[in-house]
């Protein structure tokens, strides 16, 4: 898996120029790395940034950027792509209450599916990363992910969805609780900033959120999910 990602990298990541590009990092104040004799950003750096950047994007460069990475890395933008990975992988655990159960929970589900191994590698890797950043968004998501995927063997892309009984505090920045956590991890980075961006997006409707926490069961939050990835997809 890439550890390091060029300026231009980065502005594919972005779907932006490299003008554009420059002005966005210089604003983050991202730090290089000299890699191979070129200046490079760290992969981490550039997902935890854009995690909380894309947030923020208008949608038209929201979409643009969730084009751009498809494009990169050889997905077929048409694809209901949440859909089927969130197919057999959503969970509704009944026994979380903290934010470290949420974790224990969601390290032990990812093994289970087989795309991992190292239960304990795994949730140390999603415990420092909320210890980092935390990956909560305003609208009452999280989209949690291991602070250096490097450090974990990954026999497979992964997308899960967890919705536990009751909202938990899970360090949103202005304190609102996290309903539903989002683990993503993907080995390809361009394959992880095109879900992060689609996500987004689907994320910035509070009825698709709130007809996801009203849901029954597992199927029917499913159908909700590929109702609302169509409904964006037909805007492409």
Not at 25 to 49: E, F, N, P, S
Not at 57 to 83: C, F, H, Y
Not at 146 to 152: F, G, Q, V
Request: charged content about 25%.
């Amino acid at each position: 898996m890439e550890k390091y990602l060029s300026l231009a990298d980065t502005a594919r990541c972005l779907g932006m120029s490299l003008k554009e590009a420059v002005r966005e990092i210089g604003r983050a104040g991202l730090k290089t790395v000299l890699y191979q004799g070129r200046k490079c950003y760290l992969r981490g750096d550039i997902i935890d940034w854009l995690t909380r950047e894309f947030g923020s994007l208008a949608a038209d460069r929201l979409a643009a950027a969730e084009q751009s990475n498809a494009e990169t890395a050889g997905i077929d933008p048409s694809t209901l792509l949440v859909t089927e990975m969130l197919f057999g992988n959503i969970i509704l655990p009944y026994r979380v209450g903290t934010a470290a159960s949420m974790l224990r929970t969601i390290a032990s589900e990812a093994c289970r599916t087989g795309a991992l191994y190292d239960e304990k590698a795994l949730l140390e890797q999603l415990i420092q990363r909320e210890k980092a950043t935390p990956t909560a968004l305003r609208c009452g998501a999280a989209l949690t992910h291991p602070l250096d995927l490097s450090k974990l063997y990954v026999e497979h892309s992964l997308l899960m969805l967890f919705s536990p009984p009751h909202p938990l505090p899970f360090g949103e920045e202005s304190g609102r609780l996290t309903a539903l956590f989002f683990l993503m991890v993907f080995p390809i980075a361009n394959e992880h900033l095109h879900i992060l961006a689609r996500l987004n997006r689907m994320l910035r409707s509070q009825d698709f959120i709130d007809d996801m926490l009203t849901a029954q069961d597992e199927d029917e939050i499913l159908n909700i999910i590929e109702k609302r990835e169509t409904t964006l997809l037909s805007k492409l």
